[in-house]
């Protein structure tokens, strides 16, 4: 069975610092993963998308992520955080029959 | 990418009442979803709405309590039976992209039971 685990709730970062939000899938097979972004009252974007291409992606508004298969990770990062950026994220794996799976989600806090 | 609209976007109801929600896409598609978002929490599939056919639900959801309607590839509706406060979520819908795992989302319907 497919599922995520985000590894932190919440993550405060200063604007202009490092942004680092961890996840971990597990999967039967070779897994399609996904990072959402839900800002405040708005929809679900897709911020970007591993498919078994490359195992760094790159995602919009600067955010990239890197497939670890020894690691069973999918990490999402960004050099420099925005006050824009400020968001609940979710890390997200396919399931099959079209499915997605969303993990509980990270709060990311941007100070200024 | 698609383009999703909802209806209502938000409404308040009274327990012990029924609310439809409407997902419209601006395309043909053969699948649609819809989630359910407590407060607070992540996105849960409550099924899978397939035309021409009953709907598919996850583990958790009942037909009598969720009941989908689905009569065109454009088209589909989601009704919330017999509301209590613990319904009170954001519903959304959502359709695959083409040729990818990835979905398109709609903005979501804003639910208050009282």
């Known amino acids: 069975a497919q599922s995520v685990t985000q590894l932190d709730s919440h993550v405060s970062v200063s604007e202009g610092t490092p942004v680092l939000l961890r996840c971990n899938y597990s999967?039967?097979?070779?897994?399609?993963l996904f990072w959402y972004v839900q800002h405040p009252n708005k929809g679900l974007q897709l911020l970007l998308k591993?498919?078994?291409?490359?195992?760094l992606v790159k995602g919009i508004n600067g955010f990239e992520a890197e497939f670890k298969k020894s690691e069973t990770s999918f990490h999402l990062t960004k050099p420099s955080a925005h006050m824009s950026d400020a968001a609940e994220y979710f890390c997200v794996v396919s399931a099959g029959g079209g499915k997605l799976i969303f993990g509980q989600g990270t709060e990311l806090s941007v100070k200024p | 990418s698609a383009v999703i609209s909802q209806k209502p976007s938000r409404d308040i109801c009274q327990r012990g009442t029924s609310l439809t929600i409407q997902c419209q896409v601006d395309s043909q598609v053969t699948m649609m979803f819809w989630y359910r978002q407590q407060p607070g929490q992540s996105l849960t599939l409550i099924a899978t709405a397939n035309q021409g056919s009953e709907a598919t639900y996850e583990s958790g959801f009942v037909i009598d309590k969720f009941p989908i309607s689905r009569p065109n590839l454009t088209f589909s509706t989601l009704t919330v039976s017999n509301m209590s406060p613990e319904d009170s979520s954001i519903y959304l819908c959502?359709?695959?992209?083409?040729?990818?795992?990835?979905?398109?989302f709609g903005p979501g319907t804003r639910l208050t039971v009282l």
């Open positions: 999967s039967s097979y070779s897994p399609s």
């Open positions: 959502s359709v695959p992209a083409g040729g990818t795992n990835e979905q398109f």
């Open positions: 591993y498919t078994s291409a490359a195992t």
